[in-house]
């Protein structure tokens, strides 16, 4: 059974840090590239950043260019969103996602104010 369990999130100021991570199992964690995606309040759910199966090459959205960072550690079945400098816009809850697979975990909720 697939599970991705988020968690990492909570209220922090604008300019400040929080790292999520993604705990994965149920599949063969290491053999898929990963991504993040987070969904703010009222908008569709938007795409932040991917990092590939060997964690070789990531890529991400140009709105968190800069200021997010994705890693992994494929011993640990688990993916990392380093997140620096938050902004109020920032604030959303934040899932993982194998890519290719359908499955969704419950997310981890981000707010930045002051």
């Known amino acids: 059974q697939v599970q991705l369990v988020e968690s990492g999130g909570g209220l922090v100021q604008p300019g400040g840090s929080l790292r999520l991570s993604c705990a994965a199992s149920?599949?063969?964690?290491?053999?898929?590239?990963m991504s993040w995606y987070r969904q703010a309040p009222e908008k569709e759910r938007e795409w932040v950043a991917l990092i590939t199966s060997s964690g070789g090459s990531t890529n991400y959205a140009d709105s968190v260019k800069g200021r997010f960072t994705i890693s992994r550690d494929n011993g640990k079945n688990t993916v990392y969103l380093q997140i620096n400098s938050l902004e109020p816009e920032d604030t959303a809850v934040y899932y993982c996602?194998?890519?290719?697979?359908?499955?969704w975990g419950q997310g981890t909720q981000v707010i930045v104010s002051s």
């Open positions: 996602k194998a890519r290719g697979t359908r499955y």
């Open positions: 149920g599949f063969s964690f290491s053999t898929y590239d």
